[in-house]
Structures are given as structure tokens and as C-alpha cells.
């Protein structure tokens, strides 16, 4: 094979908006350095522009994350749909030894028609450290109810 045969490409076919052929596949030139830029404006008096090009819209798939099912807690849960070997989700250790210590307590009332109802009185208290809540009810004596824990320490 000479070098005739041999198809070269010149500053004329480097263009921007030209296509070349590299290794087989069709290539689109859309932009250039401004080196590259200011070498054709002065040598070969063409200015150069980019082009814009059109981008495509991602596929995007989304798909649903199913309801907790009950065992374990809903990151537990969660894990096991992300992961074929669900791993067990990671504890701030940081925030938990720094917020350990404070507990936000709140008096609540519980808002009912029931007249019985508008007598009851609750403590609801969240633990910074671990973002759970507790509440508890407190009852007056001789009311009928038994007081204590209303409702367990959870997230």
C-alpha cells in the first residue's frame, strides 16, 4: 500500500459541525480549544463556533419500594429490598454519644369528643440521641386508669 492510497485529514476538514471517519465510526466535531480557535481565525481566517447539542432525555425507571413487613424495623426492611444480603443499617455513633444525654419532654392532653377522654394528660418525651419517642399517660388517683406506659420507645 503507497501513501497515495492513504486518505489523510488537513486543517480544512476539522471543522467545527464536520464529520470524520475515525477507526470505522463516523465522529461529529462540535467544539474546539481557544488555541485551536485563534490558530484558524489567524491562519485560515475561520471563525469557529460550537454547536449546540440536543440532549437526550435519561431513561429513567422507578421502581416502588414495598410496604414494611413487619419483622425487624422498617430500615431492616428496607435493607432487605436493596440488598440480596441485607446489611444492618448504620448508627450515627457520633450524634448517639454527643446527644445521649438530652431528652425533650412535652405535657400533651388528648383532644377527644369523649368528656371522659378530655381529662387525660401525657408526657411525651424524644430522645435526641437516637431519634426515638416515648409517651407516657399520667392519671389522677382514684380516675379508673392505669397509668404508665403508653405507648414503647420507638422511632
Not at 476538514?13 to 471517519?21: A, E, H, M, P, R
Not at 474546539?32 to 431513561?59: H, V
Not at 412535652?106 to 408526657?123: G, H
Amino acid at each position: 500500500m503507497s501513501l497515495k492510497d492513504e486518505e489523510y485529514y488537513g486543517p480544512s476538514d476539522l471543522l467545527c459541525g464536520n464529520k470524520v471517519i475515525i477507526y470505522g465510526r463516523e465522529t461529529l466535531i462540535y467544539d474546539c480549544d481557544e488555541f485551536t480557535k485563534q490558530w484558524y481565525s489567524n491562519n485560515m481566517g475561520i471563525d469557529q463556533k460550537p454547536l449546540k447539542l440536543a440532549k437526550g432525555r435519561p431513561n429513567v425507571t422507578y421502581q416502588a419500594v414495598p410496604s414494611y413487613n413487619g419483622y425487624g424495623t422498617p430500615e431492616d426492611s428496607l435493607g432487605s429490598v436493596l440488598a440480596l444480603k441485607p446489611k444492618a443499617p448504620k448508627v450515627d455513633m457520633k450524634k448517639m454519644f454527643k446527644q445521649d444525654m438530652h431528652v425533650l419532654r412535652f405535657e400533651a392532653q388528648l383532644v377527644s369528643t369523649e368528656p371522659d377522654d378530655e381529662t387525660r394528660r401525657f408526657i411525651i418525651s424524644f430522645y435526641c440521641g437516637d431519634d426515638t419517642i416515648q409517651i407516657y399517660e399520667i392519671c389522677d388517683k382514684n380516675s379508673g386508669r392505669i397509668g404508665g406506659r403508653f405507648m414503647e420507645r420507638k422511632k
